[in-house]
């Protein structure tokens, strides 16, 4: 990747602190408020505040990479694509694998949406 696509991935430059180019437009940001980002294309998927909240984003691309990109690089959670609505598990509550039914009286998932914010207790902040 040449300097130019990162220089431009990194449209909030003021911002960050430094930020290391894994692989194929992503990029880990370390913000200067202690947020820490993975950032695909000119989104960032994930975004670990600093305290404990961790965001995630897709900026409407509900796309196999992008999913991909969350699950690499999220330590707590995972998203599943389950009849073309993306759900969000506690990767400990969710054997690797677990098929769950969105119908069961069970079922853990949070509903995935642009911006959503799950504290660190795993529940989503409104």
């Not at 000119?42 to 992008?66: E, M």
């Not at 598990?89 to 853990?108: E, G, H, Q, T, V």
Request: glycine residues 6%; positive net charge; aromatic residues 16%.
């Amino acid at each position: 990747m040449s300097y130019r696509p990162i220089k431009e991935m990194l449209y909030d430059k003021d911002e960050i602190e430094s930020h290391e180019y894994l692989k194929h437009n992503t990029v880990y940001i370390y913000f200067k408020n202690g947020d820490v980002a993975i950032r695909y294309h000119l989104t960032d998927v994930i975004r670990l505040k600093a305290n404990g909240d961790t965001v995630f984003k897709n900026d409407g691309w509900f796309t196999h990479t992008t999913k991909a990109r969350i699950n690499q690089y999220s330590t707590d959670f995972t998203i599943m694509s389950i009849k073309g609505i993306w759900y969000i598990f506690d990767k400990i509550d969710l054997p690797y694998w677990a098929r769950p039914n969105p119908k069961s009286p069970n079922f853990c998932g949070i509903k995935f949406y642009d911006g959503i914010v799950i504290g660190k207790d795993g529940k989503e902040k409104k």
